[in-house]
């Protein structure tokens, strides 16, 4: 349980300069990350209100409230800013509030996208990510509950010339309805997705940006796997329990998954903008987050480009840059043949079924780890 402080300052200078009103009664918690033990972040929920409301670039609406997330990198020796969630109330003046837990969430979701996808945000936006936790509905979609990704220009924050900062926002439209669990934690995740995670677009439905589904299936995945081995609890879920992410994996993950590891990934379609197309994209990123080592996985991430068929090249890529990688067999795949990218790499511990292309369908042995060792690549390369 988090205990009740007097913040006297900010854990960072660079928040301070930023948000200097904020020093303030406030409840902190520090984390472990579940990623990487050597790091940790940080959870300040403020009690009381700003001296000034913080205006959202969406609309005119006033947000009293803030509760932050300080994340810790590789090379920086303490936590600094990557989350900012504003709220209208504090209902409860503990640490029950609902925005403390978002903050505590998203701590947990940078972590992936850090360690796991090798992305951070982005640095012209002050490295932070606003969520606004809104009782009004989404002014785009009827005034209705939901949550959307939006980037803007906040024109309350100014740059040292007075230009106004480019900001990642993220929207939970009538938090009032919204229900700690599932649903929330689905969405944000979707949204957060939407905000870092390099994409396609130009597809014609259910949407343009595949992203946000992407990120909800890796997010949750990755939820799902480390509640499952105790690296975390429900409090770091928003209290979305083992079940229901097992529930959300059978439905949204597992398909996807045992899919492409039985047939191979179908790039030809890619070239495509129809719903098929994108729930393949969706699936081929799923599936190599599920068999990929981390960075291999993040480097796939960062390849990426905003046309669909070069999903190709970035796994080439990605898999013909390691000298050796360890493949990752999860449990839904496990005693099955699955499809892995090969170029001239050797297999170890597997036997190759078949072989197309730049990918091959392999038959592990029951209990060995697979390797595949890729040729040096040709010098300046």
């Excluded at 409840?27 to 300040?44: C, M, P, Y």
């Excluded at 000298?323 to 597997?350: F, H, Q, S």
Aim: charge should be negative; glycine fraction near 6%.
């Amino acid at each position: 349980m988090l205990s009740l402080i007097f913040a006297a300052k900010l854990i960072q200078a660079d928040l301070v300069a930023q948000d200097p009103q904020i020093n303030r009664l406030s409840i902190s918690a520090t984390f472990a990350s579940q990623v990487n033990d050597k790091s940790s972040f940080d959870v300040l929920h403020y009690l009381t209100p700003l001296e000034q409301p913080k205006e959202s670039p969406l609309k005119e609406w006033q947000f009293p409230f803030i509760s932050m997330t300080l994340c810790q990198t590789l090379e920086s020796p303490a936590p600094s800013g990557r989350f900012r969630v504003f709220s209208t109330t504090r209902e409860r003046q503990d640490a029950d509030d609902i925005s403390q837990w978002t903050a505590r969430y998203m701590g947990r979701l940078w972590n992936y996208l850090y360690y796991r996808c090798d992305l951070d945000h982005n640095p012209r936006s002050g490295r932070t990510v606003d969520v606004y936790l809104t009782p009004n509905g989404d002014p785009e979609n009827n005034d209705r509950a939901g949550s959307a990704q939006i980037n803007a220009y906040d024109y309350q924050e100014l740059d040292g010339n007075d230009r106004p900062i480019p900001k990642s926002t993220i929207y939970v439209f009538k938090i009032q309805e919204a229900k700690r669990g599932i649903q929330l934690s689905r969405e944000l995740a979707h949204e957060y997705g939407h905000a870092l995670l390099p994409t396609a677009t130009g597809f014609q439905k259910p949407e343009s940006y595949p992203n946000g589904d992407l990120g909800e299936r890796i997010f949750l995945s990755f939820l799902r796997d480390d509640l499952k081995a105790g690296k975390i609890t429900t409090e770091d879920t928003l209290f979305t329990g083992q079940a229901d992410l097992d529930s959300y994996f059978r439905a949204k993950v597992q398909p996807m998954v045992t899919r492409i590891a039985a047939n191979g990934p179908n790039f030809a379609l890619l070239n495509e903008s129809s719903e098929e197309a994108y729930n393949e994209w969706v699936a081929i990123g799923t599936y190599l987050s599920r068999i990929c080592p981390p960075m291999m996985f993040g480097r796939y991430i960062n390849l990426n480009t905003k046309v669909a068929a070069d999903a190709e090249k970035a796994i080439i890529s990605a898999a013909e840059e390691r000298e050796t990688w360890v493949l990752t067999i999860p449990d839904e795949l496990k005693g099955k043949p699955l499809y892995i990218p090969l170029l001239k790499g050797k297999v170890t511990n597997a036997k190759i079924l078949q072989k197309s292309g730049n990918w091959a369908k392999i038959q592990p042995e029951a209990e060995k780890t697979v390797t595949i060792k890729n040729p040096p690549l040709p010098p300046g390369i």
